[in-house]
């Protein structure tokens, strides 16, 4: 479709003329308790919320709500190449599963508003112990089974969970990764301590339990189901919170982004049939992992808002077993639209260029590649293009924003494409590009990207136990803006480009990480003077971190020894997933004359662009050292 046919235009004009009445139709496809008093109000929270008044329940519109005319259709199928298991769940059956551990949570003693983390691998049990938080008005938070126990205690620490519910273990490729083990460090390091814990005993590893506390999750549930109870939805306000996600600030200690129910149901909601061009029965597959917002929104939530069919998906793009993996499970389940990070799609051309592992599986029912997480690289987009044949469609957001803030409409019908741009906003977002005053620039400028308040439904109203932090982050910034903390620029046409971040976030395979937080655990190291961590560029990741060490005087261990320490140091203290594996010892940092570590100079000299000499830097002579030891490690092109 061109861009004369596209609706976008007279949707986004809509939208703008009168943002409460598009909300307000929108909400229309919500099953609400009760409605709102006011759809939105300028008065409450910190920049006001949405559909105040209301009651609802997330897990009735997820679940209940369709058993009528879908019970039979599958709500999410489950395959997992890493265990030769695949199972699909009816919506009759996953409401069923739902409502059974809801009222063994509420046995547990656990209550509306309540906290529940969930620990646990790609498996459907992660998706039912999400629902039955939403069931009974507890609030979940969900941690992602690649981070270490020492970042699963900040978040038990910051959320208090009465309950945490896990499994004994996840499986990367064929490896098999005790969970249990983290899950215990992680309560012994964390002051604040669950009541209970509910684990899941996987077949490929039996965890012991800890007595008084850990309670097995399959005999537990099949004592509720002999007595044949099952909780009832119950009633929460629009505004109450639905989940908590932790993600990566400036600091090693995470944000809890706290996600509404109202709100997040009617975007959300929105975005299937609008942007994403998905009719309910159709099959929609996000390949990531419920630890992340992408999981939250598109693997469970949004999909079953619409009454489509979710794929569940325990492997990988590579090795589970080959780089045909994602098109034997689009044929095999007949998705017609898929979600997942570039990173995966340049996993695969690396293995199988010329995709030759397509051939003989049947894509026809397949309709659209979304791309987001990082910036989508245009020859990645390109490559996908060529070998699926159909839309390839970069999309940016964040876990913040919990759906879209710019992306191509399929499901309005698709704008021209311009290659590394996610095209435009989506209605509910006015972007703007400021420079450092907080005065808007003209067209094709870069800028820092910000989002005119208030945000729409679905964004996060605050951070959790965090309104002041909220603020400071996002809303002081820039005065009447939400602050992405995305750099970039809108062109002449209104289309924006999201070239990097303004702070010390960076994109590993997708996945968001601080940098400052991986320089708080080298600089806990007792050989370590002062340190630097950037995010250089990588063909496969994206960006991966590189940790520049400057080592104490009197420290004389040989360097690399220190360095493959620090490489440990950071697994154990943040996890695997922040493919920590680059420590460079130097003899001083290049710094400015009042002190500021140059980072953005060091990562240009790394990625081999081409960078000036800052005026303001205390020594030139630094930064050659800095290129000469990048390039002793084959960086720094
Ligand atoms: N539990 C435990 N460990 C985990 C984990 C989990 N859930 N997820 C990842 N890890 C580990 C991995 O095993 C790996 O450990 P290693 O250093 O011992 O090999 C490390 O964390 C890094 O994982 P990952 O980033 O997945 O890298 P990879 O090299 O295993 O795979 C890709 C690279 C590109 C195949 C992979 O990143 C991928 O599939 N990406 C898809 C995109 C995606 O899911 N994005 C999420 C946001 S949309
Ligand atoms: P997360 O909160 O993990 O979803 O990460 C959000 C960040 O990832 C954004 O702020 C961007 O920096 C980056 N990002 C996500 N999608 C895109 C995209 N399509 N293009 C460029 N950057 C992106």
Same mark, same amino acid.
Request: a negative charge; proline letters at 7%; glycine letters at 10%.
């Given at each position: 479709? =061109?861009?004369?046919?596209?609706? &976008? ?73 890493? =265990? ?7 919506? !009759? ?25 969930? &620990? ?6 992660? !998706? ?62 964390? =002051? ?36 044949? #109870? ?15 996600? &932790? ?54 939530? !949004? ?61 026809? #029912? ?105 603020? *400071? ?27 990097? +971040? ?54 004389? #261990? ?6 493959? *320490? ?25 710094? =400015? +004359? ?41 960086? !720094?092109?």
């Amino acid at each position: 479709m =061109t861009s004369t046919q596209s609706r &976008y235009h007279d949707v986004y004009a809509s939208w703008k003329s009168d943002p409460v009445r598009f909300w307000e139709e929108a909400a229309r496809e919500i099953d609400w308790i009760k409605p709102a008093d006011k759809v939105f109000d300028a008065e409450a929270g910190a920049y006001g919320r949405w559909f105040v008044g209301a009651e609802c329940n997330t897990c009735h519109n997820a679940l209940d709500r369709h058993v009528a005319g879908r019970g039979d259709q599958a709500a999410i199928i489950y395959d997992s190449p890493v =265990t030769g298991t695949k199972r699909t769940l009816t919506y !009759a059956e996953l409401r069923d599963e739902v409502a059974t551990l809801a009222a063994l949570l509420q046995d547990l003693g656990v209550e509306k508003g309540d906290r529940v983390i969930l &620990y646990m691998p790609m498996i459907p049990e992660a !998706a039912v112990g999400m629902l039955a938080c939403a069931r009974i008005g507890a609030v979940h938070s969900v941690v992602f089974g690649g981070f270490a126990p020492k970042e699963l205690a900040t978040r038990i620490e910051d959320a208090q969970p009465k309950l945490i519910l896990s499994a004994s273990c996840g499986i990367e490729g064929a490896r098999v990764i005790p969970y249990k083990p983290l899950l215990d460090e992680a309560i012994t390091l964390s =002051t604040a301590k669950p009541e209970a814990c509910l684990i899941f005993q996987r077949p490929q590893l039996a965890a012991s339990l800890v007595e008084g506390r850990d309670r097995d999750w399959s005999e537990a549930v099949a004592g509720v189901r002999a007595a044949g #109870r099952q909780a009832e939805c119950v009633p929460v306000a629009a505004t109450d919170p639905l989940y908590v996600l &932790y993600t990566s600030g400036t600091t090693g200690k995470p944000k809890g982004v706290v996600r509404d129910n109202g709100g997040h149901m009617v975007a959300l909601k929105w975005t299937m049939r609008h942007f994403f061009g998905v009719e309910p029965g159709e099959v929609f597959w996000a390949a990531s992992d419920v630890g992340w917002v992408v999981g939250h929104s598109y693997i469970v939530y !949004a999909p079953l808002f619409h009454g489509a069919t979710a794929i569940l998906y325990e492997g990988k793009p590579i090795g589970t077993p080959d780089a045909g993996a994602y098109w034997r499970v689009i044929a095999e389940h007949g998705v017609v639209t898929m979600f997942t990070a570039p990173t995966a799609f340049r996993a695969i051309r690396k293995e199988d260029p010329n995709a030759t592992l397509l051939k003989g599986h049947d894509l026809s #029912r397949f309709r659209a590649l979304f791309l987001a997480g990082e910036r989508a690289d245009p020859d990645t987009i390109k490559w996908a293009e060529s070998v699926l044949n159909v839309p390839v469609i970069d999309h940016w957001w964040q876990t913040e924003t919990g759906w879209p803030v710019a992306g191509n409409p399929i499901g309005l019908g698709a704008l021209p494409v311009k290659y590394g741009s996610p095209t435009v906003p989506m209605p509910g977002y006015v972007l703007d590009v400021l420079d450092e005053n907080g005065k808007p620039v003209p067209p094709d400028t870069m800028g820092s990207i910000v989002i005119k308040l208030p945000l729409p439904p679905g964004c996060l109203p605050t951070l959790w136990n965090a309104d002041q932090r909220f603020r *400071e982050a996002y809303l002081s910034v820039f005065p009447g803006y939400y602050t992405t903390s995305d750099a970039g620029y809108l062109d002449q046409d209104g289309y924006v480009w999201v070239m990097g +971040r303004t702070d010390d976030i960076i994109n590993v395979a997708g996945h968001r990480l601080s940098t400052g937080g991986m320089e708080e655990v080298l600089a806990s190291h007792p050989a370590v003077a002062e340190c630097a961590v950037i995010g250089v560029k990588d063909a496969l990741k994206g960006e991966v971190p590189c940790g520049f060490v400057v080592l104490k005087s009197g420290v004389n #261990r040989p360097p690399a020894e220190v360095e493959t *320490e620090l490489v440990g140091l950071v697994r154990e203290k943040i996890g695997p997933v922040a493919a920590f594996k680059l420590a460079i010892t130097v003899g001083r940092l290049p710094k =400015t +004359r009042s002190g500021k570590i140059l980072r953005g100079t060091m990562k240009k000299i790394a990625d081999g662009d081409s960078w000036t000499m800052p005026a303001t830097i205390d020594d030139p002579m630094i930064l050659s050292e800095i290129g000469e030891a990048l390039r002793g490690r084959g960086l !720094a092109g």
